[in-house]
């Protein structure tokens, strides 16, 4: 029914930037708080930065100050801007949507990922 489907990952040296997008569509009344996770292997999965549909941003202690979430509403879309990257950074990095279909129901929609790769 709605699909999130992301882009921008990439390799890139520390220091570097890189610009994810994650772009909704599908039956889409409405979407709540939309986030950026990411995960390593044999590690769980970390919130990065969310954005609820007003504006209000939180973000990860570790990513603060570096990454910057935001989103275009009309566009059903979430950035992430990832400036100054580190080693530590790679991982892959999944979107996350509060989707409101059908005007009542609400549900929790993930992409399929993309790989970034921070080499030192």
């Known amino acids: 029914q709605v699909q999130l489907v992301e882009s921008g990952g990439g390799l890139v040296q520390a220091g570097g930037s890189l610009r994810l997008s994650c772009a909704a569509s599908?039956?889409?009344?409405?979407?709540?708080?939309m986030g950026w996770y990411r995960q390593v292997p044999g590690k769980q999965r970390e919130l990065v930065a969310a954005?609820?549909?007003?504006?209000?941003?939180n973000y990860a202690a570790s990513v603060k100050g570096r990454f910057t979430i935001s989103r275009d509403n009309a566009k059903n879309t979430v950035y992430l801007q990832m400036n100054s990257l580190k080693p530590e950074d790679t991982a892959v990095y999944y979107c996350?949507?509060?989707?409101?279909?059908?005007?009542?129901?609400?549900?929790?929609?993930w992409g399929q990922g993309t790989q970034v790769t921070v080499s030192s």
């Open positions: 996350n949507a509060g989707v409101v279909v059908d005007r009542r129901y609400i549900y929790d929609y």
């Open positions: 599908g039956r889409i009344f409405s979407i709540n708080a």
């Open positions: 954005i609820t549909s007003g504006g209000s941003t």
